[in-house]
Structures are given as structure tokens and as C-alpha cells.
């Protein structure tokens, strides 16, 4: 008999957490541990396998599992190891090997944008969709790409890390945590809404409801809510942002011509406020032969399955 | 018994050259007639056809000959339409279909640029390698883009306009034809390092032999010759033409995270003094984790029969 369902795990710096999925990707039980509990890496998988078989008992035991499919930060789907993820307790771990061996089922790999597009892919906006790009508007900016229906992996499998191109090749250009200037991320994630609103109320004297916060602690969230009541500052800023991920999104289209590019995480909770400026900055700076062509589009995901479900797409492989 | 050869088509808004190839990659014979002469697309098919049978005949006849693969301006891979080739008598026709009902064979289509990747992947430089980019610097600045062993091609056909990516979103930004701002090529083309020399020349009052050229009439061959002869302007063009690319480059990088990216056209014969540039550029604006390990190579096809070479690999796929 067929193996009916696989394993997602959704590695986050926080959170890790665990569903089996069947193979329309409905969620069949679900659960999770705190990432940083475990300082060594044996531990975590221990503590993972523990976890995981109280659910995996629940649909009827490891015998029903296919595989796993797991999306972690700097996850290498060629290697299966974790490289360089400065946010985990193991920067660098043979994880897809170590869970592996623990559950006695195969593992497989990717970074967690990866996974999200698969996800999509799978079972979200993109399904069908043979060429599409999905950008990840979080902490930071991430990204998956498809291409000929199959994901991007590249040379090293580092592909995709659409977050570090340049947007502004000014000498004004933001500094980015990665060292460079001017990436992308550092305009258009939640932490990039928050700097642009700082800026704004600092070295203007624009009148807006966002002087009343503690300008180190503005959150998009709280820009959307400003823009819903009619701030025009909070508005200006989602233009700014929307502007600069728009004209960077046509650069994309140049490189893959994909059909849409699907936008995912919690800078999508703004709406219209986001994807007015986006789809006008594309349409501005696409060439001609794709002006009004490409959709762009957000996740239609629940944020809470997507990686869970994208993961877990890679065990059907 | 297998048909042995194929007949490559290099069509150019000047020359259209054809050639026979064999799979190793030679090319047995080849002629050419003028594109511009025949302002109807089926007299130039007719001529096309006239001049190629004389080489197909000397080969042995159109029996040995297993398809056309042909490099046009604006070829669609999908499609095999010639569409919107503003250089060309006959802007948009369906070029694939009136070959292969002329000829008796099948014939495939595809943009010069991804041509000359395929000759490169096939024959050249890039042989062997899965994920690669190829730059062509000629005129006009084009792409071709390889991953996983596969032309990416797009959604629309379309795929690798990189040289309409935006290399300066400043508003003092170039003009370029293709009605955006700030376009690669029009930075990193002959024209645009024709465009640099006649800048610097007439808005700074540096000492350089360039100076006394037609200002309007320098070419990268010009300022190539200025730089062997120690002229520090003409080192500073091509300082300023090389970190253009070598930065956008690692954009594409981010993008695809290729082996290698090829560069192909006139600039290349520039050798070390534009090299030096782009791989200083490129290094400095990527992610450490690239740094120093994508390769930057020149073709090593002839440039006469890289794209004729390149175009008849899409005969054997």
C-alpha cells in the first residue's frame, strides 16, 4: 500500500512545528516546540521525534509516513544540511541525515521561502502555475522561484535570495545586516515599513497619528491601522514601500518572464495599501511586452499551514 | 539511419548567416545573404532557402539534414513567432512555420541571445554546466539564462531581458530605446561605453587621446586601444562600464546562483581591462556566501559561429 501521509516541519528561529499531511494537504493533526529549548542539535531531534510521534500514533504510526519534508533557515535542499543559519542554536548541521536516521524514513530539505513556494505551489494561489516567483515580505524579504514547474536551486542551492538584491545604488542606501547596502529587505520586510516610518516622522514634521507611538516600536500593523483611518503619512510609507518592491519586482520579471509573483507574510495583511503601489511600480518598470501582463497576487494560505504544507510537499517528491 | 547534420541560422538585422553543423559542433559549410535586401518575409524565405541548398548539397543533400535551428531578433521558443523585432523588414510573422513548410523539416526558434547560450552549453565555455548566465555584450545588452541544464524560456517565451534590468534609479539616469530609465545596456553595451566616453569627454576637461576622435563616432575598440596605450581615461570607461555590470551581476547571482556567467560580444575583446572591473564588482556586491566562488569567464566560441552553433543545438533537442 501506498504511504498516505508525510511529515512538514516548519524550523523557525522560535517556533518548529510539526503536521502530518495528506495528499490533498489537509492538515491531519498538528504540533510544535520551542527551537531555542534545545542547545544541541541531538536534542532537538530527540525532543522532535518525541513530539512527533504522539501525532504521527495518532493517524495510525510511522508505517503510514512516506517521508519528511522540512524547511529551515539556510536550509540546503542539495545537501541537506543546515548552512549558516546564525539564528539557530546549529548554524551548521547534516539535519535531513540526523532526522533521517531517527525517524527511519527519508528527509529532505530546503530554506523556508522554498518551502512557502512549494507550498503555494502545491496547494495555494500558484497551483497549476509552471512559472512563478514568491517573495516573502517578514522579518526579512525571502523568496522562491519557479521555473518549468520545478524550484530553483541553482548551482549550490543557495538560489533565491531575492532579499539581498540592490534597490538603491545611492551612497544613501540602508545598510543591511548582511553587510551590503541597499537590499531589498531593508525597505520592504516589516523591520524595512518600520525604518521608513522612523525616518518620515523624524526628519519631517509631517503631521500623523504615528508621532503618538514610540518610534522604536512602530510595527507595520500599526501603519496599516493609520492608513485604514485615513493617515496620509502611514499611506506615503506603503507607496514608499510598494514603489520600491514593485520596480525591483519588474527586474525579477526580466530575468524568469513568470506568470505572477505571489506575495506571502505579514506585510500582506495591508492590503490594497501594499499591492496598489506594487502593481503600479511593476507595471511602470517592466519592458512594454509585459506591461499588465504578469498577475501579482497574494497567498491564499492560511500564514500558519503554508510552510507547514510547503514542507511537507518535498517528502512527496 | 540517423540524419548527421543540421543547418544553424544566425539571423541579425544586418547578416542572416547559415551554416551546417554536425553533432560534434563543426561546421562543415556556411553562406550568408543580406536581411535587409528582401522586405517581404516569404522572398526572404525563398532566398534563404536558394542559398542554403547549395551548402546542403554539398553536404549531401536536404536528406541528411535533421531541422533548422534558427537565432532571430525577438524569436519565441514557444511560439515560433518573430514578434515585435522593431530591427527586422518584417517585425512579426510566424518564422518556425514557413521554414519548416519551405524546407521539409522541422525548424525551432529562439531569441539570439539564448542562442548563443545554447552554443555555449553545447560547445563552448559552458560546457558540462547545469546553471549558467550569458551576458552578450554587443550593440545592445542580452542574457541567456541556463538552469538545471534548461534555457529558461518563461511563461511567455520571453525569459532573459536582463539587459532592461535597472542598473541606476537615479533620475539623472540613462535614456534607453526601449522607453525605461537606467537600463544595463545602456550602460554596459558598445553604445553605452560609446555613451561614456563622449560623457567624460564633454564634461570634464581630463587629458586623453580620445579626445581626439570624432566624439560622436568613438567605439569600445577606440577606447580599448586608448587603455593598452596607457590612457587613464580610457582605464576609468572601463573601470565605470565593469562595475556597472559586475553590480548587476550580482543581482543575477542572488537570483540563480549560476556556476559560471559567460560573458560573449565585441566588449569582450577588451580582455583584462573590463574583466578586472566586473569581478571586482561582483564580488563586492554579493553575499559572502558567493564571494569569490562564481566563476566570470569569456566564450570561447568564435564569435563568427557561436550563435550559428547555437542555434542549430535547438535542431537535435
Known sequence: MEKPYVLGLDMGGTNSVLGIVDARGHVLARTSIKTQEYKEIDKY???????????????????????????TPNGNYYTGWIDGAMNLPWPRVPFAELMSKKFGVPCKLTNDANAAA???MTYGAARGMKNFIMITLGTGVGSGIVIDGKMV????????ELGHTCA?????????NCGKKGCLETYCSANGVA??????????TKETMLRKLDVDKITSKDVFDAAEAGDEVAKEIFDYTGTILGRSLADFVAFSAPEAIVLFGGLTKSGHWIMDPVVKALND????????????????LKESDA???????????
Chains 1, 2 share one sequence.
Open 153 to 160: 536551486y541553482g548551482h549550490d542551492g543557495f538560489a533565491g
Open 285 to 300: 518598470n517592466v519592458l512594454p511586452l509585459w506591461r499588465d501582463k504578469v498577475k501579482v497576487m497574494f497567498s491564499d
Open 118 to 120: 512549494m507550498g503555494e
Open 45 to 71: 531531534v530527540d525532543a522532535l521525534y518525541n513530539e512527533a510521534m504522539k501525532i504521527i500514533d495518532s493517524v495510525g504510526g510511522i508505517d503510514l509516513i512516506r517521508g519528511i519534508g522540512a524547511g
Open 307 to 317: 510552510a507547514v504544507l510547503g514542507a511537507s510537499a518535498l517528502a512527496w517528491e
Open 168 to 176: 538603491d545604488r545611492s551612497p544613501l542606501a540602508r545598510q543591511c
Open 195 to 204: 525604518r521608513t516610518a522612523k525616518e518620515i516622522i523624524s526628519t519631517t
